[in-house]
Nanobody, 114 residues
Framework: VQLQASGGGLVQAGGSLRLSCAAS????????MGWYRQAPGKQRELVAA???????NYVESVKGRFTIFRDNAKNTVYLQMNSLKPEDTAVYYC?????????WGQGTLVTVSS
């Protein structure tokens, strides 16, 4: 599976961005799709994930601000990010776990200015 992430950019604190992750094939049966991020000098962390059944999970710091959702017809997973904070600044990576293989997209940079 090839994953193409897009939607990053520069935004002021309190603003919003929507990240998109387009897959090269159907995501209907992919076990889990998620968004990770890596800030400078920090380890990569899971931000949000969604299962094939629609169950979602979020890191505590983004709960209530970020929403992950998937459009199976478009083979795309989205991350809607609202009320952005400077500490959300990072490179965001899309991930797909099929149960056997783990796939990564290229990162997209999100920069939140104060």
């Amino acid at each position: 599976v090839q994953l193409q992430a897009s939607g990053g950019g520069l935004v002021q604190a309190g603003g919003s961005l929507r990240l998109s992750c387009a897959a090269s094939r159907s995501i209907f049966s992919i076990n889990v799709m998620g968004w990770y991020r890596q800030a400078p000098g920090k380890q990569r962390e899971l931000v949000a994930a969604i299962t094939s059944g629609g169950t979602t999970n979020y890191v505590e710091s983004v709960k209530g601000r970020f929403t992950i959702f998937r459009d199976n017809a478009k083979n795309t997973v989205y991350l809607q990010m609202n009320s952005l904070k400077p500490e959300d600044t990072a490179v965001y990576y899309c991930n797909a776990w099929t149960g056997a293989y783990n796939y990564w997209g290229q990162g997209t940079l999100v920069t939140v200015s104060s």
